[in-house]
């Protein structure tokens, strides 16, 4: 049975420096600001939901939903 290049490289892992290059890189380019500043003050920041939907004038879902688009654009970016 053939492996596929996913299967040949899928346990090989970057160092940490490495890591969080590439996060900050795809923060930078690949995200809207609106999902930048959701993922930034829930994940690095420790804010909640509700106080970065106050800061920003809309709903706490809405930041929600923002983080979850960001999040799922980051995985695809970083998969390879």
Same mark, same amino acid.
């Given at each position: 049975?053939?492996?596929?290049?996913?299967?040949?490289?899928?346990?090989?892992?970057?160092?940490?420096?490495v890591?969080?290059?590439?996060?900050?890189?795809?923060?930078?380019?690949?995200?809207? *600001?609106?999902?930048?500043?959701?993922?930034?003050?829930?994940?690095?920041?420790? !804010?909640?939901? &509700?106080?970065? /939907? @106050? *800061?920003?004038g809309?709903?706490?879902?809405?930041?929600?939903?923002?983080?979850? !688009?960001?999040? &799922?654009?980051? /995985? @695809?970016?970083?998969?390879?």
């Amino acid at each position: 049975m053939k492996s596929t290049p996913y299967e040949l490289f899928s346990n090989v892992q970057f160092p940490p420096e490495v890591q969080r290059r590439r996060v900050r890189l795809v923060m930078e380019h690949e995200l809207t *600001e609106t999902q930048r500043r959701a993922i930034q003050g829930h994940f690095f920041e420790g !804010r909640s939901f &509700r106080d970065l /939907a @106050r *800061e920003q004038g809309v709903q706490p879902s809405s930041v929600w939903k923002a983080m979850q !688009r960001g999040l &799922r654009r980051m /995985a @695809r970016c970083l998969r390879y």
